[in-house]
């Protein structure tokens, strides 16, 4: 889970798996979320580095980034470091706001950008290597915060293309 915010989804996603690597550079972000951890029983293993350019002690099997790539200076980078991570075979999964006008985001969530549209996100992926890739949006909610979001997900090929 890069870029872990308040860690909500690195334990469902360790209620389901046997580890989860959360990836951030806050360490007192990184620390709360394994006191939580530990209160729950899940098994998070803590990383802390730049989701930029980081690396994990082995090839994941799903890779998520929910709702922090807006916070990216370099999306690109980003989603680079998390194919490196992944297995082959492996996924993903980016969940991001769809492009939006609530400037406020930039101060109070660190946002360099207003959302992400479905032909950036599956660009993104599609420039990464990655395969089966399908990308939805999911309009905002008619009670609530007016944000619709774009789901993304994609598979590191199994094997390594070769060059021509």
């Known amino acids: 889970d890069l870029g872990v915010g308040t860690g909500d989804l690195t334990l469902l996603l360790g209620r389901a798996a046997a580890r989860v690597f959360a ?61 490196r991570a992944l297995a082959p075979g492996g996924r993903l999964w980016i969940t991001e706001l769809a492009p939006h006008d609530a400037g406020w985001v930039r101060d109070r969530l660190g946002h360099r950008r207003l959302g992400f549209s479905e032909d950036e996100l599956r660009g993104l992926l599609e420039d990464a290597g990655l395969l089966s890739i399908q990308v939805t949006r999911i309009p905002p909610p008619r009670r609530g915060p007016a944000f619709g979001t774009v789901i993304a997900i994609g598979t590191r090929p199994t094997v390594s293309r070769s060059a021509p």
Do not use: N, Q
Request: aromatic share 4%.
């Open 23 to 83: 990836v951030d550079r806050d360490a007192d972000r990184l620390a709360s979320l394994l006191a939580r951890a530990a209160t729950e029983s899940v098994h998070v293993v803590a990383v802390e580095a730049d989701f930029h350019d980081f690396a994990l002690p082995e090839p994941a099997a799903l890779v998520t980034i929910s709702l922090s790539l807006a916070a990216a200076e370099r999306p690109a980078a980003v989603v680079a470091a998390a194919v």
